[in-house]
């Protein structure tokens, strides 16, 4: 039997994939470095072999799949290579892989993690569903109709892909390390959209996918009364988000989530409008909205003692400002506390000001110390240049976190797309071996 063998297995990406296999009977295993990622828990529950780099996991009968991250002068591509054994990029594999089923991508600058979810537990609750979510989730499905996955635009990986829908949340400069310029973003989002075979469901009130040309339907959603499937009469409360949806400006039904902020009306929009195009009756939709727990990292509670703890993959200014406004709505008499670790030197050289304004929205600012790239050239930039423009704002450290016990009752936000966990998790730890707190 063919051995599937991941070449960086903890990437998110990567682990959902090899998930995916597993669970359809494929043998599956891979490799990586030996530090802890939050991603590794569901491939060891699952039984998936996961080893230290070296060139000896390689051998006759395999199939690697290679993480993007990872050159080809990596010591076990170099082996497969040597050996005559296919070595196939993530991407690549997962473009020809979803051709077997009715593929829809999910796409956009932010909010592709959750849409994905979200739209594969609709879906579940209508038809056999496989999926692949940007949080390490992979779900395999032997006779699945649809295959739900997230779509990357960093370094155009998503033109891998034909899919038979997309899905396209919005379109904003980030990765400023690759992209020149919101231009060159938007550039990269229209030659996907030429490569959609069935229809596009695109964010009507973003001045960018309204640019969007296509061979296919291009439907919209959104809030203004020019989209395709609006969301009006939204009620926002503290146990979540109920508004009505109007087809064409006619009225379809109404619908609740429990999760808060506009970002999440949108996505739940997005999913709305592709289960209506699919047949998909409206019950079953209220039904799985309503049921839907949420993805890892997407607005994770914790209570311990007085305080709420939250963890968030925000790591642009737009994500940031959507997870307070979210912090906001459900907790509107607490003090919401942000705790950021900016992710790449070019990204925080480049968003410096917009960082500065949206973390200003919470009542008291920390920040870690920049998770950069060894690969990246950051000059003088230092976490002290966005402490400059926040009034108030402290730099903490994984030894110092237990400052944060002095806002009694409040809800913190440890926001971060590097390893911001680990500030956490220190803070958990203070508060279980000084005040016995679990």
Same mark, same amino acid.
């Given at each position: 039997?063919?051995?599937?063998?991941?070449?960086?297995?903890?990437?998110?990406?990567?682990?959902?994939?090899a998930?995916?296999?597993?669970?359809m009977?494929?043998?599956?295993q891979?490799?990586? @470095?030996?530090?802890?990622?939050?991603?590794?828990?569901?491939?060891?529950?699952?039984?998936?072999?996961?080893?230290?780099f070296? +060139?000896?996991?390689?051998?006759e009968?395999?199939?690697?799949?290679?993480?993007?991250a990872?050159p080809d002068?990596?010591?076990?591509?170099?082996?497969?290579?040597?050996?005559?054994?296919?070595v196939?990029?993530?991407?690549?594999?997962?473009?020809?892989?979803?051709?077997?089923?009715?593929?829809?991508?999910?796409?956009?600058?932010?909010?592709? !993690?959750s849409?994905?979810?979200?739209?594969?537990?609709?879906?579940?609750?209508a038809?056999?569903?496989?999926?692949?979510?940007?949080?390490?989730t992979?779900?395999?499905?032997?006779?699945?109709?649809?295959?739900v996955?997230?779509?990357?635009?960093?370094?155009?990986?998503?033109?891998? =892909?034909?899919?038979?829908y997309?899905?396209? !949340?919005?379109?904003? *400069?980030?990765?400023?390390? =690759?992209?020149?310029?919101i231009?060159? @973003?938007?550039?990269?989002?229209?030659?996907?959209?030429?490569?959609?075979?069935?229809?596009?469901?695109a964010?009507?009130d973003?001045?960018?996918?309204?640019?969007i040309?296509?061979?296919?339907?291009?439907?919209?959603?959104? *809030?203004? $009364?020019e989209?395709?499937?609006?969301?009006?009469?939204?009620? +926002?409360?503290?146990e979540? !988000?109920? *508004?009505?949806?109007?087809?064409?400006?006619?009225?379809?039904?109404s619908?609740?989530?429990?999760?808060?902020?506009?970002?999440n @009306? #949108?996505?739940?929009?997005?999913v709305?409008?592709?289960?209506?195009?699919?047949?998909i009756?409206?019950?079953?939709?209220?039904?799985?909205?309503?049921?839907?727990?949420?993805? /890892?990292?997407?607005?994770s509670?914790?209570? #311990?003692?007085?305080?709420? #703890?939250?963890?968030?993959?925000a790591?642009?200014?737009?994500?940031?400002?959507a997870?307070?406004?979210?912090?906001?709505?459900?907790f509107?008499?607490?003090?919401?506390?942000?705790?950021?670790?900016?992710?790449?030197?070019?990204r !925080?050289?480049?968003?410096?000001?917009?960082f500065?304004?949206?973390?200003?929205?919470a009542?008291? @600012?920390? #920040?870690?110390?920049?998770?950069?790239?060894?690969?990246e050239?950051? $000059?003088k930039?230092?976490? /002290?240049?966005?402490?400059?423009?926040i009034?108030?704002?402290?730099?903490?450290?994984?030894?110092?976190?237990?400052?944060?016990?002095?806002?009694e009752?409040?809800?913190?936000?440890?926001?971060?797309?590097g390893?911001?966990?680990?500030?956490?998790?220190?803070?958990? +730890?203070?508060?279980?071996?000084?005040?016995?707190?679990?």
């Open positions: 039997m063919t051995i599937y063998h991941f070449v960086g297995i903890k990437g998110s990406g990567m682990s959902a994939l998930q995916i296999l597993h669970e009977g494929y043998s599956v891979g490799s990586d @470095v030996e530090k802890y990622f939050f991603t590794q828990a569901a491939l060891e529950k699952a039984g998936i072999k996961i080893l230290p070296q +060139k000896d996991n390689i051998s009968g395999m199939i690697v799949i290679a993480g993007n990872f002068t990596h010591e076990e591509i170099e082996q497969a290579k040597k050996l005559d054994i296919p196939i990029r993530y991407h690549r594999f997962l473009g020809e892989f979803t051709k077997n089923f009715t593929s829809i991508a999910v796409t956009g600058s932010h909010g592709k !993690t849409t994905t979810g979200l739209l594969s537990h609709v879906l579940e609750g038809q056999p569903t496989a999926c692949l979510i940007g949080d390490g992979g779900k395999g499905v032997k006779d699945a109709k649809y295959f996955f997230e779509a990357c635009e960093y370094r155009r990986h998503f033109l891998s =892909y034909f899919p038979d997309a899905i396209m !949340t919005n379109i904003d *400069f980030d990765h400023p390390d =690759y992209f020149a310029n231009e060159d @973003v938007f550039s990269a989002f229209q030659e996907m959209a030429i490569q959609v075979k069935k229809g596009i469901f964010y009507g973003d001045e960018y996918l309204q640019r040309q296509a061979k296919v339907p291009v439907v919209f959603y959104g *809030f203004s $009364g989209n395709d499937f609006q969301a009006r009469n939204v009620e +926002k409360t503290t979540g !988000t109920t *508004f009505d949806v109007f087809v064409r400006n006619t009225f379809y039904d619908f609740y989530i429990s999760s808060y902020g506009d970002h @009306v #949108l996505n739940a929009l997005a709305i409008a592709i289960c209506h195009y699919e047949g009756e409206a019950e079953i939709i209220k039904e799985r909205l309503a049921s839907f727990s949420g993805v /890892k990292r997407r607005f509670e914790k209570l #311990l003692g007085t305080q709420i #703890l939250i963890d968030d993959y790591h642009h200014p737009t994500e940031i400002r997870t307070i406004d979210a912090a906001r709505q459900k509107p008499d607490r003090e919401i506390v942000a705790v950021f670790q900016p992710h790449t030197f070019t !925080t050289q480049t968003f410096l000001e917009e500065a304004g949206s973390l200003r929205l009542d008291r @600012v920390y #920040l870690c110390e920049i998770f950069g790239s060894a690969r050239n950051h $000059g930039l230092s976490i /002290k240049d966005l402490q400059e423009k009034p108030g704002a402290e730099i903490i450290s994984e030894d110092r976190t237990s400052i944060l016990k002095e806002h009752g409040s809800v913190i936000i440890f926001m971060g797309a390893d911001i966990q680990k500030y956490q998790d220190a803070y958990e +730890k203070y508060l279980t071996e000084q005040f016995k707190l679990n």
